[in-house]
Each structure stands twice: as C-alpha cells, then as structure tokens.
C-alpha cells in the first residue's frame, strides 16, 4: 500500500465550472475525511465517511458540496458552481476507527484548486 | 466547542538554537493530542500522540510534552530539514481532529 493517494494534485477552473477530486485511501481504513486548508490556515474539517456511511458533515460545507464513498472504498469531493473562495488546498486522510494506540490520520498530498 | 491555538505563528532559528512550540487547547474528553509536520505543498505528516498529562515522546531532535493544558513541542539543536509548519490538533471522542493554524518554523544555516 502506497498511502493515501489523492487526484489531480492541481485544478485551474474557471468560475462557475464544477469540478471533483478523487481520493484513495489506506485499503486496510475504514475511515474516510475530508478537509480544507487555506493559506496560513491549519486543515478544516469538511466531512467523514465510516465504511461508506456519511457520518458528519461541517458548516462549511455547503449545499455546493457534495461527497460520496460508494462501496467504502475510494471517495469524491464534488464542487459545483466554483467560487473564488473555493481556492484552498483539499486534502483527504483515512484512519482506522477506534485504535490504540492512536496514531491520528494519514493525510494524502492534497488538490490544490485555483479558481479564476 | 474544541479549540486549538498554536503560538507563535512564525519562528525563525539558527541552526543549533534549540526552542519551543506552543500549543494550548480547549477539549471536552481529550482522547489525544496530535503534532504533525507539514511541507510546503504536502499533506501533513504524522510525528506524535500524546493521551495524558505528563505523557512526554521524542522523535530524534523533537519532544512533545502534555500538561492539561497545553502541549510543548521541543526541537533541541534543529537543523535546516527541520524547517516546516508544525501543526498541533486535538480529538475528544471519536470525533474528527481538531488542528491549530501552525507554527512556520525557519532553521537557518
């Protein structure tokens, strides 16, 4: 297993445009999150998946978002209707769901989205 | 509501100059403490968990400390590799974590 692995790594979108990101977890996780992170920001919650339940989802995530995990296995983050607001670094992380010890979240490269 | 802050925002260091990092948190039922290490570009990677106070863990040039508080994240000695943003975040429960915005650590040769 390679890690948690997350595509594109960047995306230049016009304003308006829908746009959606992959992520591939750990296969042995069933945990599945979703988080923002802006510049000189630390990564904000945006959702999570157990298996491929959707168990929570933020206030920040709008009614624009939305995210599946169909079969438990991959995820995607959809965009639609992009804001200049939505450029932010989308990063995805898996876990398992209750370990001890508890080694927090593997994190994956990131999408970088940039939206003109 | 949990809260992490993370002081100070930037820290710039000569190579040798050992130091500290911040982290002060607010949690109802802290399950654990998490330091990461980000690089520009990347996603963050994960360096430690602390549970309890007085728990204390070293990774090399790094030591994390927990008071009930606060968790400390001791660099002794840093070298220019040590340069990254250092981001600190808390779980209570089995809730999702919680992160600070990070300390920019600059080590200059």
């Known amino acids: 297993d390679t890690g948690v692995s997350q595509n594109p790594r960047h995306k230049i979108t016009k304003r308006g445009q829908n746009v959606t990101f992959r992520c591939d977890p750990i296969?042995?996780?069933?945990?599945l999150y979703w988080y923002r992170q802006t510049l000189g920001q630390g990564p904000e919650f945006l959702t999570y998946?157990?298996?491929?339940?959707?168990?929570?989802k933020s206030r920040l995530l709008s009614d624009r978002f939305s995210a599946e995990r169909p079969k438990g296995s991959f995820s995607t983050l959809e965009i639609q209707r992009t804001e200049q607001g939505d450029s932010a670094m989308y990063l995805c992380?898996?876990?398992?769901?209750?370990?001890?010890?508890?080694?927090?979240?593997?994190f994956g490269s990131g999408t970088r989205l940039t939206v003109v | 509501e949990d809260q992490v802050t993370q002081s100070p925002e930037a820290l710039r260091l000569q190579e040798g100059e050992s130091s500290s990092l911040n982290c002060s948190y607010t949690?109802?039922?802290?399950?654990?403490l998490f330091w990461y290490r980000q690089d520009p570009g990347k996603g963050p990677e994960f360096l430690f968990t602390?549970?309890?106070a007085g728990e204390e863990k070293e990774k090399e040039r790094l030591k994390a400390t927990l008071t009930k508080k606060e968790s400390f994240l001791h660099i002794t000695a840093p070298k220019p590799e040590d340069s990254a943003t250092y981001l600190c975040?808390?779980?209570?429960?089995?809730?999702?974590?919680?992160f600070g915005k990070g300390t920019r650590l600059s080590v200059i040769a």
């Open positions: 949690v109802s039922g802290l399950r654990g």
């Open positions: 296969s042995e996780h069933n945990r």
């Open positions: 998946f157990q298996n491929e339940a959707q168990l929570e």
């Open positions: 975040a808390v779980q209570s429960g089995n809730t999702p974590l919680v």
């Open positions: 602390l549970y309890s």
């Open positions: 992380a898996s876990s398992f769901s209750m370990t001890v010890p508890n080694y927090g979240y593997t």
